[in-house]
């Protein structure tokens, strides 16, 4: 009896170390499942929170190219608008040319009717200082001096001394 007490006993402590590994087997298992299921939610949080840090500098990138597109935009509509300007005042000094043109071609109709007068003043000018040089170069004849009419008075003046006596 002693030795089945004692194979008992050890059948008993052999249950009781099995028990014991089992159970710690258990505690591992779920201490595992635990550590597991911890790690799962580490991946993921820090999953989720480079997902968030890829957005954000995704985001941050389509704002720099957003905002170098509209500064290429801006740019280029300048450009533009500075060869818009270019070709309006081009084309207002165009008009103004003709403008300034057609108003010389009046000013030069006005002057050819002016010339045309101050033309014949200077003919009837040039006509008169022509006499006036013939005149003087080929003089007509003009006597120095008055005489008085030898014929005209004769007789009173040698019969009474001209004082009309006879």
Request: aromatic share 4%; with cysteine.
């Amino acid at each position: 009896m002693a030795s089945m007490q004692q194979l008992f006993g050890l059948q008993t402590g052999l249950s009781n170390q099995l028990n014991n590994i089992s159970m710690a087997q258990q505690n591992c298992c779920c201490e595992n499942r635990a550590a597991i299921a911890d790690v799962k939610y580490a991946i993921a949080t820090e999953n989720c929170a480079d997902r968030a840090a890829i957005s954000d500098g995704v985001r941050d990138i389509m704002a720099q190219q957003t905002a170098n597109t509209q500064a290429l935009v801006n740019s280029t509509n300048a450009g533009f608008q500075g060869l818009m300007d270019k070709i309006c005042q081009l084309e207002l000094d165009a008009k103004n040319d003709k403008i300034a043109d057609l108003q010389n071609k009046l000013t030069m109709a006005n002057l050819a009717a002016s010339q045309n007068a101050q033309t014949a003043a200077i003919i009837a000018n040039n006509e008169a200082q022509t006499s006036a040089l013939e005149n003087y170069l080929n003089p007509p004849a003009r006597p120095a001096y008055i005489v008085q009419n030898p014929n005209c008075c004769a007789q009173n003046y040698y019969s009474g001394c001209g004082c009309g006596l006879n």
